[in-house]
T-cell receptor
Framework: GQQVMQIPQYQHVQEGEDFTTYCNSS?????IQWYKQRPGGHPVFLIQ?????EVKKQKRLTFQFGEAKKNSSLHITATQTTDVGTYFC???????????????FGQGTILTVHP | NAGVTQTPKFQVLKTGQSMTLQCAQD?????MSWYRQDPGMGLRLIHY???????DQGEVPNGYNVSRSTTEDFPLRLLSAAPSQTSVYFC?????????????FGPGTRLTVL
């Protein structure tokens, strides 16, 4: 079945350092989403990428979708303590309209930021 | 709007007991899902629904039942709890339109099965 792998599992950085997490799917994805989960909280949607090679930015966060639509990355520039949490990528389990509400999540990257 | 709500927040069960985890959303979303989260394994889909009266299995459905009698509610039933079902359970909903698949998650239910 479809698998979504995410690395690294853990990342410790000093405040101000950059951070990147990578996501790889065993199948081509129609889109990919990223979520952030604060410790003790629930996943919160960050972004959805749809187009091959797409790059989107949200302030210090840069999201990329690979040309083959099988991989993606999230890069945070100059991390802050507010960036602490687990970052998940997720891809739809089906095609088109059948995939709504059905996601395969990566294992997540737990980011710790030391002040 | 309250968004997606879940009750209870915490629950402890003994092996063999049954219970229902409640989930409700007030955004008129057609699509609702249940996920479980275990350390190092991300979130795994248990069951999902594409509308009232329609449900289907996800990746890890064994030991769980669902029903969807209204658009708002999507309860998850544990038939006979087992220690392997100790986990954090999240309910999610999405409008699902035009390829946009943003999931709105509830606060979660932390379940321990002894």
């Amino acid at each position: 079945g479809q698998q979504v792998m995410q690395i690294p599992q853990y990342q410790h950085v000093q405040e101000g350092e950059d951070f990147t997490t990578y996501c790889n799917s065993s199948t081509t994805l129609s889109n990919i989403q990223w979520y952030k989960q604060r410790p003790g909280g629930h996943p919160v949607f960050l972004i959805q990428l749809v187009k091959s090679g797409e790059v989107k930015k949200q302030k210090r966060l840069t999201f990329q979708f690979g040309e083959a639509k099988k991989n993606s990355s999230l890069h945070i520039t100059a991390t802050q303590t507010t960036d602490v949490g687990t970052y998940f990528c997720a891809g739809p389990r089906g095609a088109g309209g059948t995939s709504y509400g059905k996601l395969t999540f990566g294992q997540g990257t737990i980011l710790t930021v030391h002040p | 709007n309250a968004g997606v709500t879940q009750t209870p927040k915490f629950q402890v069960l003994k092996t063999g007991q049954s219970m229902t985890l409640q989930c409700a959303q007030d955004m008129n979303h057609e699509y609702m899902s249940w996920y479980r989260q275990d350390p190092g394994m991300g979130l795994r889909l248990i069951h999902y629904s594409v509308g009232a009266g329609i449900t289907d299995q996800g990746e890890v459905p064994n030991g769980y039942n669902v029903s969807r009698s209204t658009t708002e509610d999507f309860p998850l039933r544990l038939l006979s709890a087992a220690p392997s079902q100790t986990s954090v359970y999240f309910c999610a909903s999405t409008h699902g339109s035009g390829g946009w698949n943003e999931q709105f998650f509830g606060p979660g239910t932390r379940l321990t099965v002894l």
